[in-house]
Nanobody, 111 residues
Framework: VHLAESGGGLVQAGGSLRLSCAASGNVHSITAMSWYRQAPGKESELVAA???????YYSDSVKGRFTISRDTGNHMLYLQMNSLKPEDTAMYYC??????WGQGTQVTVAS
């Protein structure tokens, strides 16, 4: 499975961004998908995940602000990020559960 993220950028605190992840290859093997992030000098953090039944998980740091969704028919994964904070600044990666990761997309939130 090949994953490609897009949608990152520079945004002011309080703003919004929508990240997208396009999956290709053996997409029918995909079950759960997730978004991770990694800030400089910090370990990667699981931000949100969604399973094949639509069940979701959010880290406490983003709960109520971020929404994960997927378009199974078009093999797309999304992360809607609202009320962004400077501490959300990181490289964001989409990942297949136990499988492939994308190259990442940078999100920078200015104070």
């Amino acid at each position: 499975v090949h994953l490609a993220e897009s949608g990152g950028g520079l945004v002011q605190a309080g703003g919004s961004l929508r990240l997208s992840c396009a999956a290709s290859g053996n997409v029918h093997s995909i079950t759960a998908m997730s978004w991770y992030r990694q800030a400089p000098g910090k370990e990667s953090e699981l931000v949100a995940a969604i399973n094949s039944d639509g069940g979701t998980y959010y880290s406490d740091s983003v709960k109520g602000r971020f929404t994960i969704s997927r378009d199974t028919g078009n093999h797309m994964l999304y992360l809607q990020m609202n009320s962004l904070k400077p501490e959300d600044t990181a490289m964001y990666y989409c990942a297949e559960l136990g499988g492939s990761w994308g190259q990442g997309t940078q999100v920078t939130v200015a104070s």
